[in-house]
């Protein structure tokens, strides 16, 4: 209930937001007509368009979106001719013709201007096309948590309350609108300019919108900018963080915490047939939820092969549940390519629809649940580290269960790379994204979302970052629309890791790196040289640097010499 008020409050204050300024002149140009017959028809189509738009693009991926901005094509050309039928009437009889004859097979009833609900609801559903990509952060987390539960009813009851939020306060604008709207013709007899006037201003508002500027530089421009009372808002309500692990001395029962949920809702599996919890009895089972591009999740890695190695044969089913975090973790191949890069042979269920993470209620990369030989989640650990406790609940479950002559000692694997433990400092720089629906300490300036823009990066203080060239920054991402662009980082850590991706053809991207303005030498990540040199080729972390002395803070640079490219996260070690 909380958080469809919250999706109501936020609808509501859409109105000031500055990306809904270009659809008031749709909304107005009908004002003084009745409301119930065009006000009120126009507002409801365009909140269910509204609605359905943004559900396609929460669990239909990509290819919503593409699909959207053929709609958006499609509404700007509507609503272009009704900017022409409002300056002209004789234009206006010529353009509307086919519409009016469509207007009156839907409806029996029109009004003497050929008006009818049907028309204006037509309106609302152009006009819900337009106003489909206004996305604050109150939409940015209901499309996130929508991402996570997959398709729903509750999906579309979230994003169509925040629509209605939004149409209630563009109704009482519309009818404080059209009260001062009859005045003025009553008083000055200018309807006939002021039509033109409305039509000008619709016209206008689809040229806007067609540059991209109500995303881009309105938004910037604008003082009436939401974003910080919406954040507010999420932030008020923000659940507080559960404890990390588990703690049980030696000698002491480890409790029942749960029932092993379902395993159906795994996409596909890979290294194994599907596994139910009932075929699983008998069997002690750890269930690893992690992401290949997941930092966190990689230097856990090489604990777990070593325990599915060391307890296959004693009674220890290790099950890898791969939860994406980024939209392209969700390629199948690009899993397979992860799972044999890192040498897994332990069974992993794809969880691209989130079914299994909502079956353990579970938030968190990595994430360790251990299940006894009845099916009972007896312990569960969240994040890296403390490894040897996890591996004596691991023999203590296999006691349990009857299992004896269990191998000695703990499991050293002597990881390298990115897999090996992070530095422990405890100071060093934050996870950052890259991304606007995350961004953090991003000091190039303001983000001109969904837009491309040219950033120039000023001088930084630590975990600082900025752009430099010409960016597109998208919710998830950044990529880089000319040769020779950089992201710039002032950090703190041994490791700099950062998650990549070559442009939509796929073809391979040169970068150099740089510390301190020099080439890193012996400071170079197992993904550049000495020099600084590597290749984007897939989508997955990079890691770019490892301070071969110390943590100190160092001022990172990578120049991107080709273009195509996507940047996602930064993480450090």
Not at 68 to 78: I, L
Request: glycine residues 12%.
């Amino acid at each position: 209930m909380i958080l469809l008020i919250l999706a109501f409050l936020g609808g509501v204050l859409t109105i000031l937001s500055p990306c809904i300024l270009p659809v008031l002149p749709f909304v107005f140009a009908r004002a003084d007509r009745p409301f119930a017959r065009n006000g009120l028809p126009m507002l409801i189509g365009m909140a269910l368009t509204f609605a359905l738009v943004a559900t396609l693009a929460a669990v239909g991926g990509s290819w919503a979106v593409r699909a959207n901005q053929y709609g958006r094509y499609a509404a700007m050309a509507v609503l272009a001719l009704l900017g022409l039928t409002l300056l002209s009437s004789r234009v206006a009889q010529w353009l509307t013709r086919p519409f009016v004859a469509l207007g009156n097979r839907l409806s029996s009833r029109s009004n003497a201007q050929h008006d009818s609900a049907w028309s204006s609801a037509g309106l609302g559903i152009a006009t819900g096309l337009l106003w489909a990509p206004c996305a604050g952060p109150i939409l940015g987390l209901l499309l996130t948590g929508a991402a996570l539960k997959g398709a729903s009813v509750q999906t579309t009851l979230l994003l169509l309350t925040y629509a209605c939020g939004a149409a209630v306060s563009l109704a009482a604008a519309l009818l404080v609108g059209g009260g001062v709207f009859a005045a003025m013709k009553r008083s000055l007899g200018a309807g006939e300019w002021a039509r033109r006037g409305l039509g000008a201003l619709v016209l206008a508002g689809v040229v806007v919108v067609a540059l991209g500027a109500d995303t881009g530089w309105l938004t910037r421009a604008s003082l009436a900018n939401t974003g910080s009372i919406e954040q507010k808002l999420i932030d008020a309500i923000s659940p507080s963080p559960v404890a990390a692990a588990t703690t049980h001395s030696a000698g002491e029962s480890l409790p029942v915490e749960g029932e092993m949920p379902s395993l159906s809702g795994a996409t596909q599996w890979l290294n194994s047939a599907p596994l139910t919890p009932a075929s699983l009895r008998g069997k002690v089972v750890l269930v690893d939820f992690w992401t290949y591009s997941c930092i966190n999740c990689i230097r856990s890695l090489p604990y777990v092969n070593a325990w599915a190695q060391k307890y296959r044969d004693h009674g220890l089913v290790v099950i890898g549940v791969h939860s994406p975090e980024f939209a392209f973790e969700k390629d199948p191949a690009n899993i397979a390519k992860a799972i044999k890069h890192f040498g897994i042979t332990y069974p992993v269920a794809v969880d691209s629809n989130y079914a299994i993470w909502k079956g353990f209620n579970n938030e968190y990369w990595p994430a360790h649940y251990f299940i006894d030989a009845q099916g009972h989640i007896r312990a569960h650990h969240y994040g890296e580290g403390a490894y040897t406790a996890s591996e004596d609940e691991i023999r203590r479950l296999l006691t349990e269960a009857g299992y004896q002559n269990l191998p000695g000692g703990y499991v050293q694997p002597g990881a390298t790379g990115a897999e090996a433990a992070g530095s422990g400092d405890v100071s060093r720089s934050p996870e950052t994204y890259v991304g606007y629906a995350k961004s953090k300490n991003f000091v190039s300036g303001p983000i001109s979302q969904d837009y491309e823009d040219h950033y120039r990066a000023p001088l930084l203080e630590v975990n600082q970052w900025g752009l430099k060239g010409f960016w597109t920054v998208e919710a998830q991402s950044a990529s880089l629309n000319r040769a020779d662009g950089s992201i710039v980082y002032r950090f703190r850590g041994r490791d700099l890791h950062l998650v990549l991706g070559p442009g939509k053809d796929g073809k391979p991207v040169r970068f150099r790196v740089t510390l301190d303005g020099k080439a890193p030498g012996d400071d170079h990540g197992a993904d550049t040289d000495a020099d600084g040199n590597g290749v984007v080729t897939g989508q997955r972390l990079y890691q770019l640097v490892r301070q071969a002395h110390g943590t100190g803070d160092r001022n990172f640079e990578i120049t991107f010499l080709d273009p195509g490219v996507y940047a996602y996260a930064f993480t450090f070690g």
